[in-house]
């Protein structure tokens, strides 16, 4: 890093960062200057996680059902580097996955407890330090899941929707007290949960990136910096009066997710109009295309 960095001063906690998007924001806010807090079921490789970055990377075990276990990560924050500028409630599991008539209410209420509870308690205890700050952000992961229907199993879907109309809602509170509250969408990413999903397993990131080329929306498949990027702008002050909004950084998934006809090569020298059954040619002739 040259100069001071976007987030020079700034402390944030990171839930599920010691790993795919979690792992690449807290080693881009670490880059940027800011004292990172990696919150996390995976002690080995959140403690591997900070070993690396070393002076001002802290791990803390941290379950997001727990509301106790929220708590201490943000207490960690306060205690460790006196106070709590960002807040990326970034940890989640698929979870219940099925046939919406074979759901299992145990998996059900896991995953809402993970996805949606602890996205909830994270801003709760965010929130309680903040607004005494009377300045912070906080950002919340959903997914394309949340937004479209037929790309997430059913539980996932409505605990990602929940998300975006929870931060929503405080935003709107929090913003009297100067502070922020986003969320970021997310495409496919090449991680261990993605991995697990459509290659050999949560080790097998060679497995996801070959399986996510194959259905690339742009160049190359999205990579965990990549949504970090995303997430470092929301953190930083360059976003100072963006609140209340929803990011995706999925390479048009959610916003242009079918192919253009526009794109095909037929269409190339094909300039002009269509009306009233007719085909009109840039020189206002009639013309066949």
Do not use: W
């Amino acid at each position: 890093m040259t100069g001071p960095g976007r987030l020079a001063g700034k402390v944030a906690v990171v839930t599920g960062g010691a790993s795919g998007i979690g792992a690449g924001t807290v080693r881009l806010f670490h880059a940027e200057g800011a004292k990172v807090v990696i919150a996390d079921l995976q002690a080995d490789a959140g403690e591997a996680l900070a070993v690396e970055l070393g002076a001002g990377a802290v791990f803390r075990r941290t379950d997001v059902t727990d509301e106790a276990s929220i708590a201490a990560a943000v207490d960690a924050a306060v205690t460790e580097f006196g106070r709590l500028d960002v807040m990326f409630n970034n940890a989640g599991i698929i979870g219940a996955v099925g046939p919406i008539d074979r759901t299992r209410t145990e998996d059900a209420d896991l995953t809402i407890a993970v996805n949606l509870r602890g996205v909830l308690l994270g801003m709760k205890h965010a929130a309680r330090v903040m607004k005494v700050q009377r300045s912070g952000v906080i950002i919340s992961t959903s997914s394309p899941a949340g937004v479209m229907g037929g790309v997430g199993a059913h539980v996932y879907s409505a605990v990602k929707a929940g998300i975006i109309g929870l931060s929503n809602s405080v935003a709107a509170e929090l913003r009297a007290f100067g502070v922020r509250a986003n969320v970021i969408i997310p495409g496919a990413v090449v991680s261990q949960m993605t991995a697990d999903l459509v290659a050999g397993g949560a080790d097998d990131l060679a497995g996801a990136q070959e399986a996510l080329d194959r259905s690339r929306y742009m160049s190359r498949p999205l990579q965990p910096a990549d949504v970090a990027a995303g997430v470092l702008y929301l953190a930083s002050d360059e976003a100072a009066f963006v609140t209340g909004i929803v990011l995706p950084v999925d390479a048009g998934m959610t916003g242009a997710g079918g192919p253009s006809p526009m794109a095909d090569e037929k269409y190339a020298d094909q300039a002009g109009r269509r009306e009233a059954g007719r085909r009109v040619g840039a020189d206002d002739t009639p013309k066949e295309f």
